[in-house]
């Protein structure tokens, strides 16, 4: 498998957007319970996934897991599902035989993220 990191000039402008948001979708996350909750910046990496490639899409997962180092109640556990989950759904999509991100990406919370 080849990775594609070359970027057109426009494209850089929106791929340095997805960066910021899935970072900052992470951190502003909405608390449902105790040890629950939503985290927005999974958005950002599979639209930068699906957009720029498995290569881009990894590093935003990367920069959206760099919350879960910074806070002080997240382990590193929550870091490695992040970074995994633009790994393994960009694998499925490339590889497998559904090509819906929304199927392929709620599997993988319900399999490995629970």
């Known amino acids: 498998m080849q990775l594609n990191f070359h970027l057109l000039p426009r494209a850089f402008a929106g791929l340095v957007l ?3 948001a899935a ?5 502003f996350h909405l608390h449902l319970f105790i040890g629950a ?3 927005f910046g999974s958005i950002a990496t599979l639209l930068a996934l699906r957009l720029f490639g498995m290569g881009w899409g990894v590093v935003t997962g990367v920069a959206g897991a760099a919350f879960a180092l910074f ?4 382990h590193a556990a929550v870091a490695a599902l992040l970074v ?3 790994i393994l759904v960009g694998l ?3 590889y497998g ?9 709620g599997s993988y919370w319900l399999l490995l993220g629970m």
Do not use: H, K, Q, Y
């Open 23 to 27: 970072f900052a979708g992470n951190t």
């Open 92 to 94: 499925v999509l490339r």
């Open 97 to 105: 035989r559904c090509s819906n991100i929304a199927l392929v990406d």
């Open 71 to 74: 806070e002080t109640n997240s």
């Open 18 to 20: 997805l960066i910021v």
């Open 37 to 39: 909750g939503f985290l």
């Open 84 to 86: 995994l989950e633009p």
